[in-house]
Nanobody, 124 residues
Framework: QVQLVESGGGSVQAGGSLRLSCAASGITYSNYCMGWYRQAPGNEREGVAAIGRDSTTSYVDSVKGRFTISRDNAKNSLYLQMNSLKPEDAAMYYC??????????????????WGQGTQVTVAS
């Protein structure tokens, strides 16, 4: 059974930092591209960052220079370091897995497995 479990969300002041984690099980993790998505109330789900099997990364423009996605294949884990957080970053954050062949896309429809999400709140 495939499971993606996010953690690390919380409430921070604007300008603060959070590190999200996603623990994967039930898959051969190194064979998957991974992504972070977010969805705020009333908004569509948005691709935030993605990482390929070779650790090539891509980001939505609004988080470039502030967020860093990384993976640890030995720990079957995905991370999202979020710095200089803004109120508009507040959302439920989800991790997702896209099996090989994959390119580390920000397009939600390519992802097969999704976690349940972790909430990020940013106070102004």
């Amino acid at each position: 059974q495939v499971q993606l479990v996010e953690s690390g969300g919380g409430s921070v002041q604007a300008g603060g930092s959070l590190r999200l984690s996603c623990a994967a099980s039930g898959i051969t993790y190194s064979n998957y591209c991974m992504g972070w998505y977010r969805q705020a109330p009333g908004n569509e789900r948005e691709g935030v960052a993605a990482i390929g099997r070779d650790s090539t990364t891509s980001y939505v423009d609004s988080v470039k220079g502030r967020f860093t996605i990384s993976r640890d294949n030995a720990k079957n884990s995905l991370y999202l370091q979020m710095n200089s957080l803004k109120p508009e970053d507040a959302a439920m954050y989800y991790c997702a897995a896209d099996p090989w062949p994959c390119i580390g896309s920000l397009t939600a429809s390519v992802y097969t497995y999704w976690g349940q999400g972790t909430q990020v709140t940013v106070a102004s």
